[in-house]
């Protein structure tokens, strides 16, 4: 997949994308539509999502 979208019942605020080693790649203000993610290579990233009741962190596997 080239894209994925985030589900939430509350607002999301801002998508921010990691490496496993914590550096930030990709940061969303406007989380709303589907996010590309073609332009990052594969492996496991974290992706952290902020909300207006907290932010969680899950773990993505992108490959080719």
Do not use: C, E
């Not at 994925?4 to 790649?25: M, P, R, W």
């Not at 709303?32 to 009741?53: C, E, F």
């Amino acid at each position: 997949n080239t894209s994925f979208s985030v589900q939430s019942d509350t607002n999301v605020l801002a998508v921010t994308i990691y490496t496993i080693a914590g550096k930030n790649v990709k940061a969303i203000t406007q989380p709303n539509a589907a996010i590309d993610v073609s332009d990052l290579a594969s492996g496991v990233y974290l992706v952290k999502v902020k909300t207006i009741n907290g932010t969680i962190t899950k773990r993505l596997l992108k490959s080719n």
